[in-house]
């Protein structure tokens, strides 16, 4: 175990914001040293670097219910999911690429973004959830200087709103608020946009408390719940191999890294205030395996609402945390023990 690395935070590392984040789950996202998320109707874009912080021009207003940054293998966007669809932008926020609807099967339906992400391996398609249960595959092409995106396919395996999406190169993971998992395999030789890109191969019956959020590492599937508690998840056999009672209160958010000697982690951060890094185990056998709490912090009188890993000019690993009405984000920088 990585016991070489921990972090720390020494009551003074933050980063100020003008606009504090909206109590939403997930509610914060990196792309290098970029860090956006949603404040009610606007989408904040900060730079950790050099302490920019911009509100994203949006020309007609609307709830942004997700914020998330994708990229793929020749360019990289900020997703923002709002009602009846939703909007991809330069990283910096910037500049509108394209708007694309999101329409339910059923017309009286309220219908909302929550949940993207796209599949790994150099692929264009990237998946997107509502609040109907259905995931949304759409294939991301360039049409001359612009940008061509086409709907691929509507899946409904879900009855209840999409909580969180998360896929690798391997598999694709969702959630919903009615606690269902449902997973797929990923067919990496289809072809862009084919019917057969992904399988639905294992749904995890539903249990008594909303998914919150997803981490998937290739053949494992970290799950966070509203219980507090994370689930290891075997991809390939559809099987939950540990369970861990991880907080007191929901799990609002979680981060994956790989550590500089190769062993991956997640960060999690939850309502009861306190951050955590745990262990990803490589192999997890048959009668389950050993999940190791790395670090943990609390911090009062914040209700937490996402976390990053995001990696800086000496490549050491920090950790980042957004809180609901917080006017800045609490920073924990990584320090090594060897």
Known sequence: MPACV????????????????????????????????????DVIVTNFGDNKLMTVPFSDKAQV??????????????????????QAWTPEGTRLLFFHP????NEDDICFVRGIDN???GRAEFLVGDSTGAVHTF???????????????NRREHGEAISDINCSSKYAVTG???GTLCVYSVNQDATPGGHNLMTKTHELASSPFPVTSLKVFESYCVASF??????????????????????????????????????MVCATASEDSVVSVWSVPEAIGERGGEVELLFSDKILDKQLTGICFVSD???????????????????WDEINNR
Request: aromatic letters at 8%; proline letters at 2%; a neutral charge.
């Open 139 to 153: 294939l991301l092409g360039n049409a001359g200087r612009g940008f061509n995106v086409n709907l691929v396919k």
């Open 313 to 331: 000019s000496n490549q050491d690993t920090k950790i980042i945390a957004s809180s609901f009405d917080c006017d800045h984000l609490d920073v």
């Open 226 to 263: 509203t219980s507090g508690h994370l689930r290891y998840i075997d991809l390939e056999h559809g099987e939950v191999k540990v369970e861990v009672a991880a907080h007191s209160r929901s799990i609002t958010g979680i981060s994956g890294s790989k550590l500089p000697d190769g062993t």
């Open 6 to 41: 921990t972090w720390t935070r020494d009551g003074v590392m933050t980063h100020s914001l003008r606009q504090t984040p909206s109590l939403n789950n997930n509610n914060l996202s990196c792309f290098g040293t970029y860090l956006a998320y949603a404040k009610g109707s």
């Open 119 to 121: 599949i790994k391996g």
């Open 65 to 86: 219910f997700c914020v998330k940054y994708l990229t793929f293998s020749d360019v990289s966007l900020l997703i923002v999911g709002m009602f009846d669809g939703f």
């Open 176 to 178: 919903d608020d009615g």
């Open 102 to 105: 999101v329409r339910p099967a």
